[in-house]
């Protein structure tokens, strides 16, 4: 079994539906937790209509009139949905050269007086005008339906993979089911040469992310284990898979957070448009308290795999802070970043919109 990669594999999920070629797609989808922390994934229940669907309307989002964008802005929101400007994020101490809106899988807000704060993490989410951008809320809630079914399916597969009861990531949970998130991201070429940071070395906090790269743009990279940069370029008719803290975390280390990040677009070129569908953990658990009970036979194929590349964040604090208020700490985070951010574009750019 290979302990770098050059790339990133392509799993077939159609082989799932013969017993004669399953055990492929399984001993594949093991190697690609244990040894890289992503996937591409092709031939998905997910129906292509949709998807192109959503394709289409990603770029009419940003162009909505800059008084309905702010109306959706992510600071009249508690759950920490809606739009958020040019440039709102850092990461590793540079400015995020992307705008984006975040929405969330349908859900009544849950949260009651006494509660933890986090609990009002999930909620509805806030969307455009129909008279605006007919149909936007419901091409996108449909999508995010069927994307939702794929990952959950894929932690059935993944348990497999492991060796463990289908039933394994039941326990992170909730009895109503889990809100979980997607956004749409728009990475606008840059006008100069001062930075080409779409989105720096991050992993992602969750169990699995489903991305749909919206165009044809190079620019995701995923770090290897020698850390080199390696493309993930768009291929139609799959997701890109990766691994998030989450699930390295509760699989203890054994399926692996890759650190990744984004290329803005080349000079002359069109902005990049993405999709990311994020799968979300019970909130009240501490889930590094929770690990699961890997068998021998796995983690010996951990142990093989050695020490990993890290260029990124982490997520520490999986193993003292329940997964809910891990959670609301980034966003609180992302929150006072944008807000610092909008204020110092007011004082340097009075004039802009």
């Known amino acids: 079994m290979a302990t770098n990669f050059s790339s990133v594999p392509i799993l077939d999920y159609s082989l799932l539906s013969d017993s004669a070629t399953r055990p492929k797609f399984i001993s594949d989808l093991q190697n690609a937790l244990i040894n890289v922390g992503f996937f591409y994934i092709s031939r998905t229940p997910v129906v292509p209509e949709d998807v192109e669907a959503v394709i289409r309307d990603a770029p009419k989002f940003f162009d909505l009139p800059a008084e309905e964008k702010e109306r959706i802005r992510m600071i009249h929101s508690p ?18 050269q992307r705008e984006q809106f975040d929405f969330g899988t349908l859900y009544e807000e849950s949260y009651r007086p006494g509660d933890p704060e986090y609990r009002k993490l999930w909620g509805p989410s806030q969307w455009p005008d129909e008279k605006l951008l007919p149909g936007f809320k419901d091409t996108y809630v449909r999508y995010v339906q069927q994307v939702n079914k794929l990952g959950d399916e894929l932690l059935t597969l993944i348990a497999e993979a492991l060796h463990l009861p289908s039933n394994a990531f039941s326990r992170f949970r909730e009895p109503g089911g889990n809100q979980n998130r997607a956004k749409v991201v728009k990475y606008p070429v840059p ?41 993930a370029p768009p291929i139609p008719g799959t997701f890109v898979v990766n691994i998030g803290k989450a699930l390295e975390t509760v699989t203890q280390g054994v399926a692996i957070a890759t650190s990744h990040r984004v290329i803005s677009p080349a000079k002359g070129s069109t902005p990049r448009y993405s999709i990311p569908f994020f799968q979300m953990i019970t909130q009240d658990l501490i889930i590094g308290k929770a690990v699961l009970d890997i068998p021998p036979e796995i983690l010996a194929l951990k142990e093989a795999r050695g020490k990993v590349a890290s260029d990124s964040v982490n997520y520490a604090e999986y193993n003292e802070l329940p997964a809910g208020q891990v959670a609301l700490i980034g966003r609180v985070k992302y929150v006072v970043c944008s807000s610092v ?11 802009a919109v």
């Not at 909008?342 to 750019?349: G, M, Y």
Request: glycine share 12%; net charge negative.
């Open 79 to 96: 759950h920490f949905f809606g739009y958020s400007r040019f440039g709102a994020e850092l990461t590793k101490g540079k400015v995020d």
């Open 191 to 231: 006008e100069d040469d001062s930075s080409d940071q779409g989105v720096g070395p991050h992993f992602d906090g969750g169990f699995l992310t489903l991305l749909l790269q919206a165009s044809l743009h190079r620019g995701l990279q995923v770090q290897n284990r020698a850390g080199e940069w390696i493309d």
């Open 341 to 351: 951010l909008t204020r110092w574009d007011r004082v340097n750019h009075p004039t």
